[in-house]
């Protein structure tokens, strides 16, 4: 999502990992799901690879509730991933997400694709001590066009708060632009590890990124609008108390051929070299699992 921190892509899937979330998205269970579940459950680690093909072992917390997704249902149409159910009709949604790097979009034209909802940076906070909050200089021109185009619009907002009241000034510095527009989609709290550049938030311990993830989620909530975290797999596995934050819905980044996280997310990543009618250059593509009613 921030631009800085894009590595290559990764490894090959591991078979093991492609197997772990076997069971279906609607809420009847048959006996498959149920098995696959209690195979998930009797682990007590699980593996995955990075973007540069690194691979990692986390141990399989108790608690975090396991995600429920079929692979099998995944297809591809007219460039984008979707998750279809036992009826073969799609029930996902296809979105990019956006920020001042896509200078320009022709929002019908994005439309018109097949894409139904956009994800845009809201706006940031400096990596310098001084940590200032910024919004994104495409912030409104984004999201008036999208709604105009009649896109679902969420945002994000990257962080570098490194205590709990930054984290709660972040969310209050976004709550106050999001009162200009209606935005029904997520509001994002984008919370990353920064690898080739000095950023206030190093050396900051998980608990305290934890923290500053509920603060900044409480408050959206708060305000009437649906929270959502940004993190991949290692930011999950390694830095996040996901045993602290069930509450709150997942945008997992992971560019393998499926997603390598066990647990349950919502809003799935996939690319960020997806390429989109009347977007120049390349874009994140992102696959949304629920069914979206009236899209």
Request: charged share 25%; with cysteine; aromatic share 12%.
């Amino acid at each position: 999502m921030n631009r800085k921190i894009r590595g290559a892509q990764g490894a090959a899937v591991l078979v093991c990992l492609a197997v772990l979330c076997l069971a279906a998205g609607e809420k009847q269970q048959d006996p498959m799901e149920t098995a696959a579940r209690e195979i998930i459950k009797g682990q007590e680690t699980y593996q995955f690879v990075d973007v540069l093909g690194n691979r990692y072992e986390a141990e399989l917390l108790d608690g975090v509730p396991l995600c429920g997704y079929d692979y099998s249902r995944l297809t591809e149409q007219n460039g984008y991933k979707y998750y279809v159910g036992e009826d073969g009709r799609i029930q996902s949604a296809v979105g990019i997400d956006v920020s001042k790097y896509q200078a320009e979009a022709d929002w019908a034209e994005v439309r018109a694709s097949g894409v139904d909802f956009v994800i845009v940076r809201l706006g940031f906070r400096g990596y310098g001590e001084e940590g200032t909050l910024t919004e994104d200089e495409k912030f409104r021109t984004h999201v008036e066009g999208a709604l105009d185009a009649g896109l679902e619009v969420g945002v994000y907002f990257f962080s570098q708060a490194v205590t709990d009241a930054e984290a709660l000034e972040e969310a209050q510095f976004v709550l106050e632009r999001l009162k200009d527009y209606e935005i029904t989609g997520p509001v994002v709290f984008d919370t990353e590890e920064i690898k080739d550049a000095e950023a206030r938030t190093d050396g900051l311990s998980g608990e305290q990124f934890t923290e500053n993830c509920i603060v900044f989620c409480g408050a959206v909530e708060a305000a009437g609008y649906r929270p959502m975290i940004y993190a991949n797999m290692k930011w999950m596995a390694f830095t996040l108390d996901l045993t602290r934050l069930t509450q709150y819905e997942k945008w997992y980044a992971d560019y393998e051929a499926v997603p390598q996280c066990p647990y349950e997310f919502s809003m799935w990543q996939y690319t960020e070299s997806g390429t989109v009618p009347g977007v120049e250059g390349n874009v994140d593509i992102n696959v949304w699992f629920e069914r979206r009613e009236g899209r």
